[in-house]
């Protein structure tokens, strides 16, 4: 659960995606002196043309981390929203611009007020996708009998610490499919299939929603908390994290964690209560916060998407593993580790821009 | 930044607790780059909990935050606080039952989707070993216009046809039945023909073109129903000169 992918660039504010695509038909990225950065960061040299596995078709790990170093160096740009490099789509003229990407030229027009055809288009590392998920084998089964898992939702493995792009299509696809043909054999085989434990575990998830109707102290709001729990992942969770960092968080989401047994609904509809659903999903998004800080506070080395600044190395001597975070209620995961199968790709170097042909 | 106050007019109904719908003004602070969403969801987190509402995407793709605005229907995550007066007005989408606040039942909608068979029917099964399917880009360009619809549905809520008569198919399904019978991997028209061209199909529209002026990816349902009206008037006098033909 350690991996969470930032896409290098969003729209400050709101997170807009600005996708691969715009760099991919030539796009630059450029800090606030109008250099391309990214040269810097072992992915130039900086060809006027896009080159796969350099410069802007980077990985989307090394991007996001090449934002964080110019910010620290301060050579990002100051807006309301927080500090953003640019991208430059100028040079590829108006109707390249028209043709190829008109929803890009549409969202930043609308949304930022930027004109990429006149302008560049401000954008930062945005929170994109998490690596990590359900466990399941590649029938998509998951270690409950009868309960399937399939999507993002997911982790059958296919992503490893750095996801690539378009990879949803194979895990919605392809496991999805399998999900759907494995459960319906299920359902065919299995007439009866009363597990008792599991009735048990319905019924008190049904008192769960009971418990928040029935609430009436403490008056913590789900809205509030749920900004509490962003804002310190993303300070003590996010594209660099320390041992500090992540307790710090650690501490925070579990004050967070004590906290909402005092969320009060406002909202005692039995029909469309969006606020007891906002306040389910804050409780299921509290226990993966806590895995995710739990598996990076463990894993002392870094890979893709979880860097450590206090281990800097890939230690693949101690962390070729995949991290289990086993629910705990009430208190922080407990994890495990299962050795990762390598089949046809041995794990090598990663390296990018003018080393590679 | 910028902060204006707005007046938020918002149609309330709870069917557990009230007769009919009411509406409740709600005084926001908003920022100058705001959406009508973000002004409504101030309200969710800050204001009233109990206001129910759909979204998602925040960035008009998904298509689920669709609302009455000022009397329009809108994507409210499309559309700009800043182009708006200082009372806005906003109900749930015109010409669906309201379920619950701005939240509507779509039913009927996706039922009528399902109707127009909309996935390829191809002419033959192609197994894997025999390859891809290829379309050349001039194929692709026939319908790829009709591909961008997001079934936001603010073309039923526009459409005048569909207010006086619900059992008319409506604008993004015909347009999506349009889309699968343009495309070269596809044989299924006849199979569409008999929802497409009934008496609820295309002949109900009266090309008013609302669902186009509406439509947040420019779709142009209302051309995709003029062009399949054309296609099936050709088709009946084709079947008239050749009644043996197999559609
Ligand atoms: C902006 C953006 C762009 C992306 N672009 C790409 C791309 O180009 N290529 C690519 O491969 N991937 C892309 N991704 C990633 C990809 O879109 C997602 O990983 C994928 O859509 C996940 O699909 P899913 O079905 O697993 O989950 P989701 O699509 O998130 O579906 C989960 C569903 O469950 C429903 N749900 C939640 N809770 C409940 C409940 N309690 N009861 C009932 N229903 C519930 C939700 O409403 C939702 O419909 C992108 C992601 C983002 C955010
Ligand atoms: S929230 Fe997705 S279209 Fe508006």
């Known amino acids: 659960m350690e991996f969470v992918q930032y896409h290098p660039t969003g729209l400050p504010g709101t997170g807009i995606l600005i996708t691969e695509g715009s ?19 072992g992915l130039g040299p900086p060809d006027p043309w896009p080159r796969n596995k350099a410069m802007e078709l980077g990985p989307r790990d090394r991007l996001s981390q090449a934002f964080w170093h110019e910010n620290q160096k301060g ?33 930043a027009t609308s949304y930022v007020g930027v004109d990429p055809v006149h302008a560049p288009i401000p954008v930062r590392p945005v929170v994109h996708y998490t690596m990590g998920g359900i466990d399941t084998d590649i029938d998509a089964k998951t270690r409950i009998e009868g309960l399937f898992a399939a999507g993002e939702c997911a982790c059958v493995s296919i992503n490893g610490a750095n996801r690539l792009g378009s990879n949803s299509l194979t895990e919605l696809l392809v496991f999805g499919a399998r999900a759907g ?13 009363a597990d008792e434990a599991a009735i048990r575990e319905q019924a008190a998830a049904g008192d769960r929603v009971g418990r928040l109707f029935r609430n009436t102290g403490g008056g913590e709001s789900v809205a509030g908390l749920r900004r509490e729990m962003n804002a310190t992942m993303e300070s003590g969770a996010g594209i660099y994290r320390t041992e500090e960092s992540l307790s710090r968080s ?4 579990n004050d967070i964690r004590r906290r909402y047994a005092d969320v009060v609904l406002e909202d005692k509809s039995n ?26 506070l463990a894993r002392r080395e870094s890979r893709g998407a979880h860097q450590r600044l206090d281990h800097e190395r890939r230690d693949d001597e101690a962390y070729l593993k995949h991290s289990l975070a086993h629910y705990v209620a009430g208190e922080d995961p407990t994890i495990d580790y299962r050795d990762v199968v390598i089949t046809r790709s041995e794990p090598g170097e990663r390296v990018y821009g003018g080393a590679h042909k | 930044m910028n902060e204006r106050h707005v007046d938020l007019e918002i149609l309330r109904y709870d069917p557990e607790t009230d007769e009919e719908p009411a509406f409740q003004t709600y005084r926001v602070p908003c920022q100058e780059d705001w959406v009508v969403l973000d002004a409504v969801n101030y309200v969710k987190d800050v204001l009233d909990r109990t206001l129910s509402y759909r979204w998602s995407c925040h960035m008009a793709v998904c298509g689920s935050c669709g609302m009455m605005i000022n009397g329009e229907p809108m994507l409210s995550c499309k559309a700009f606080v800043r182009d708006m007066p200082d009372r806005i007005r906003i109900e749930p989408l015109a010409n669906f039952p309201i379920e619950r606040d701005l939240v509507v039942v779509t039913d009927d909608f996706m039922d009528k989707l399902a109707s127009v068979k909309p996935y390829l029917i191809p002419r033959e099964e192609k197994a894997i070993e025999d390859g891809a399917h290829v379309q050349t880009p001039a194929q692709l360009k026939k319908f790829k216009q009709y591909t961008l619809c997001i079934n936001c549905t603010l073309c039923y809520a526009a459409c005048p046809q569909y207010a006086h008569d619900q059992n008319f198919t409506g604008p993004a399904a015909l347009a999506l039945a349009h889309r699968y019978n343009l495309d070269s991997q596809d044989v299924g028209r006849g199979a569409r023909e008999d929802v497409v061209a009934s008496n609820a199909g295309i002949w109900e529209c009266s090309f008013v073109g609302a669902c186009s002026d509406v439509c947040p990816h420019e779709v142009d349902p209302a051309g ?5 009206k054309i296609a099936s008037t050709v088709d009946y006098f084709m079947g008239l000169l050749t009644p043996e033909r197999d559609r």
């Open chain 1, 23 to 41: 760099r991919g038909e030539g796009g630059i990225l450029v800090n606030k002196d109008g250099y391309r950065y990214l040269q810097d960061y």
């Open chain 1, 181 to 193: 043909l494995g459960a319906a054999r299920l359902a065919e085989a299995e007439v009866s299939h």
């Open chain 2, 224 to 228: 995709a129903i003029q062009q399949t």
């Open chain 1, 271 to 296: 029909v469309y209560n969006t606020d007891l659903i906002q306040a389910l999903e804050l409780d299921a998004m509290i226990d993966i916060a806590g895995a995710v800080i739990v598996s990076a």
């Open chain 1, 250 to 253: 650690c501490a925070v989401m």
């Open chain 1, 75 to 107: 050579r990002t740009i100051d807006t309301p929203h927080g500090d953003v490099v640019h991208l430059d789509l100028r040079h590829l003229g108006e109707k390249r611009i028209d043709e190829c990407l008109p929803m890009i030229r549409d969202l």
